[in-house]
């Protein structure tokens, strides 16, 4: 499970759709107090920024919307409590730019 800290645009179509797709499964997680991947990295660092979350999943949709997809699937903003910013990082920017340029898959990072 990952949530990345690159701009939606820099992501290849894979990393951009895998992301969304993770997204709203760490919102489930959260939002319901599921047992599954509750004490994951991930999940930690988002569990009081709901409204960050929230914020980077429009991210994604609008660029997700640019590039032509459909996106029917919002969430619901009544859940996105907390901090609008995400300060918590399980790697740096840096970090996270390294590993995607390794993966060779397209991302413009």
Known sequence: MRIWDIPPDKLCRNHL???HRELHALWSIIINNKKAYSNHPETLRWKDK???LHLRHEKLVEEMDKRGYNHQSPLDVRF?????????FIDSYEKQVKI???KNCGCSV
């Open 50 to 52: 709901l409204r960050a």
């Open 80 to 88: 996105a409590t907390g901090s609008d910013t995400q300060d918590e």
């Open 100 to 102: 995607l340029k390794e």
């Open 17 to 19: 759709l895998g992301e």
